[in-house]
Nanobody, 113 residues
Framework: QVQLVESGGGLVQPGGSLRLSCAASKTIFTAMGWYRRAPGKQRELVASITRAGLPNYSSAVKGRFTISRDNNKNAVYLQMNSLQPEDTAVYYC?????????WGQGTQVTVSS
């Protein structure tokens, strides 16, 4: 089993920034990613990154969010800039280990004035 522990959520005003972190309990050799679920909506991919560091972004966040990864720390990060109310959601870290999908517990991000 793999534990994914997230941190960094919170309340921020529109236009503000937050940085999410996710630490895995084991070495992840595949892509890691961030998903989010907004109230009343389905979970959606925000961004993912391969072990080699190749990122992929949803169109909703491209240009505002940056995903990065530290393989030495088994960690993935999400730098979120220019946050808007529509970014309000629970954000989940995701990783696949030995062909099984693992999820973090989720961290709440609320963008409101």
């Amino acid at each position: 089993q793999v534990q994914l522990v997230e941190s960094g959520g919170g309340l921020v005003q529109p236009g503000g920034s937050l940085r999410l972190s996710c630490a895995a309990s084991k070495t992840i050799f595949t892509a890691m990613g961030w998903y989010r679920r907004a109230p009343g909506k389905q979970r959606e991919l925000v961004a993912s990154i391969t072990r080699a560091g190749l990122p992929n972004y949803s169109s909703a966040v491209k240009g505002r969010f940056t995903i990065s990864r530290d393989n030495n720390k088994n960690a993935v990060y999400l730098q979120m800039n220019s946050l808007q109310p529509e970014d309000t959601a629970v954000y989940y870290c995701n990783a696949m280990y030995q062909f099984v999908d693992y999820w973090g517990q989720g961290t709440q991000v609320t963008v409101s004035s």
